[in-house]
């Protein structure tokens, strides 16, 4: 029999682990804001399911897929490999029209329907409201930081590129 490599036991076994995003994204601000607001949209789409106001169901079913879909490409790191889309920017209008639409569906949930489960959506919509807001908040502090990054080159540099 052979003895274990040591070296071969720090590495993680391939399959489903390696579906997993790393730690330190999972431990980021971005991370934990992008894990919640796919959490709360898919409660959210649950909720509706089970209510009354099935109509609204739309919105946080396409939320919880966009939240998802930027998790794992901010996770595996596919803003630094394409750099035709301007990442932050996508990631800003999602956020922006995410808390208006939950906030105006979370309203008519709350007032126009009886259901507990609309009820329940209702509430859980208004806390995605204020994730996003705070999630598009800090997306616009950094969108800003990088446009006066980007305009602070002199205009020699930018004729001769």
Avoid at 42 to 64: D, H, K, Q, V
Avoid at 102 to 123: E, Q
Avoid at 142 to 147: A, P, Q, R, S
Wanted: net charge negative; aromatic share 14%.
């Amino acid at each position: 029999m052979e003895e274990p490599d040591p070296a071969g036991a720090a590495a993680p076994p391939p399959g489903l682990r390696s579906l997993l995003p790393p730690r330190e994204f999972l431990c980021s601000r971005k991370g934990q804001l992008l894990l919640a607001e796919s959490v709360l949209s898919f409660i959210i789409f649950i909720c509706y399911i089970a209510s009354l106001a099935a109509a609204f169901m739309m919105a946080p079913l396409l939320e919880f897929l966009l939240a998802l879909c930027l998790f794992f490409a901010y996770a595996s790191k596919l803003n630094e490999k394409f750099k035709g889309l301007y990442w932050p920017l996508t990631d800003f209008l999602r956020c922006v029209t995410a808390a208006i639409i939950y906030f105006a569906i979370s309203i008519a949930a709350v007032s126009k329907y009886n259901d507990g489960a609309s009820k329940a959506a209702g509430v859980f919509g208004f806390i995605a409201t204020i994730v996003y807001a705070i999630d598009f908040y800090i997306t616009f502090n950094d969108l800003v930081t990088f446009l006066k990054q980007g305009s602070s080159d002199s205009p020699e540099e930018r004729k001769s590129e």
